[in-house]
């Protein structure tokens, strides 16, 4: 399986999360898993763009950075408080992984008859 680095913004990965979470650090890489019964790993993501750059590079498969790109998935995180004696809704996080949540199939509405 070839890997390709898929690049989408902070803001739009974290959600309501993007203001407390803090930059993954230089040489960190942050895993990311599918959900399911055994999650399964799949790559990892960092923020090998520079420090500029505010954005996540997805290292996965390319079938799954397709997928990703085209929204075929949500977001959750496993995270910790930067420092423990401030948590709350204020509290720094640092994030220790992401797994990536299949979203269920959009069924057509049924066409209604006169």
């Given amino acids: ?33 599918l959900a399911g019964e055994e999650p399964e790993l799949l790559g990892h993501v960092d923020q090998c763009l520079g420090h500029y750059a505010d954005a996540f590079s997805f290292h996965l498969g390319d079938d799954l950075c397709k997928k990703l790109s085209a ?25 220790n992984s992401v797994t990536l949540n299949a979203r269920k199939a959009y069924e057509k509405p049924l066409v209604r008859r006169r």
């Fill in 1 to 33: 399986m070839t890997y390709s680095p898929l690049s989408i913004s902070r803001r739009h990965v974290l959600g309501d999360l993007y203001t407390r979470c803090d930059a993954i650090a230089e040489a960190a890489e942050v895993p990311v898993y």
């Fill in 71 to 95: 929204g075929h998935f949500t977001y959750s995180f496993d995270y910790e408080y930067a420092d423990p004696d401030v948590t709350g809704s204020r509290g720094r996080i640092v994030l």
